[in-house]
């Protein structure tokens, strides 16, 4: 299965650009609009196979790609991403860990564990994500 997503960085962006209007303009904090700009406009891909493959775009430019087999896993923890949302990192034996949160379906992350399951990956999840998904089963979403 493939899910899509974008980083949520809109409203940081928009308060930077009122902040850019307001003051004087240093060229660092222009140099960091624009990568928070940029950053805006990724998009982020990930599919759930034999492999996990995760993938990061900006105008169809590839950014970073990387293929993670179940023997290079090391665990996946599932933990709460703001007020309502669900997220998850897949921490690698070697490299940086994959975060996984923003995406259109939070179906992503019921799909996630049964590949952890499938797989044998040890999962760990946090208390708030736990209280997170009682809340989600009683109010029957």
């Excluded at 990724?42 to 590839?62: A, G, H, K, P, W």
Aim: proline letters at 3%.
């Amino acid at each position: 299965m493939t899910y899509y997503g974008r980083p949520k960085t809109g409203f940081l962006l928009i308060l930077i650009l009122v902040t850019l209007i307001l003051i004087d303009i240093s060229s660092y904090f222009l140099i960091g609009t624009v990568l928070l700009f940029a950053a805006s406009l990724c998009r982020m891909q990930l599919t759930l196979d034999t492999e996990i493959f995760y993938r990061v775009t900006l105008f169809n430019f590839l950014i970073r790609e990387v293929m993670i087999s179940p023997k290079e896993m090391k665990e996946i923890q599932f933990k709460r991403v703001g007020w309502k949302k669900r997220g998850a990192a897949i921490l690698r034996e070697k490299g940086f860990p994959i975060h996984i949160n923003n995406y259109n379906s939070q179906k992503v992350f019921d799909d996630l564990h049964n590949y952890a399951g499938r797989y044998s990956i040890p999962v760990t999840s946090t208390k708030e994500y736990d209280h997170l998904i009682e809340r989600k089963a009683s109010n029957g979403n």
